[in-house]
C-alpha cells in the first residue's frame, strides 16, 4: 500500500501494529504463534511464571520468554522477571564469583 503522505503511513503502521503486534511480535520474533500464547496465558491464568503477578498489575502484556541458545519458548513473565532473568543468564558467571568471593570474607 503506497502512501503520499508520510505522515498518513505512519499513523496508519501504528494502528496495524497496535492491532496486531501480539500476533506479530510472537510468531516472528519467538517460534510462538498467538494460539499458543494464548494456551499458555490460560494455563498460567494471566500470571507471570515467577513472581505470579496478574497481567492486569501491569501495563504491558506478559512477555514470551524464551531459551537464547536453544530459542525455546518457556513461559509468560511480567516485564520484570523477564529483564531481571535476562540480566542474571546474561551475567551468571559474574555473579556466582562474587557470591563466592563475598562469602569466602
Known amino acids: 500500500m503506497a502512501f503520499k503522505d508520510p505522515e ?6 501504528r494502528i496495524y501494529m497496535q492491532k496486531n503486534r501480539r500476533r506479530y511480535k510472537h510468531k516472528h520474533g519467538y517460534d ?5 500464547y494464548n494456551k499458555m496465558f490460560q494455563e ?6 515467577i513472581c505470579g ?10 512477555a514470551v520468554d524464551h ?8 513461559a509468560l513473565l511480567c516485564m520484570t522477571c ?3 532473568l535476562g540480566i542474571y ?3 551468571k558467571e559474574t ?9 569466602s570474607l
Open 67 to 74: 531459551n537464547h541458545e536453544t530459542g525455546k519458548v518457556r
Open 32 to 36: 510462538c504463534s498467538a494460539e499458543q
Open 95 to 103: 555473579f556466582k564469583n562474587y557470591l563466592l568471593e563475598k562469602d
Open 44 to 49: 498460567q491464568e494471566g500470571c507471570c511464571a
Open 53 to 62: 503477578a496478574h497481567q492486569s498489575e501491569s501495563k504491558r502484556q506478559l
Open 82 to 84: 523477564n529483564t531481571q
Open 8 to 13: 498518513v503511513r505512519k499513523e496508519y503502521l
Open 89 to 91: 543468564e546474561k551475567y
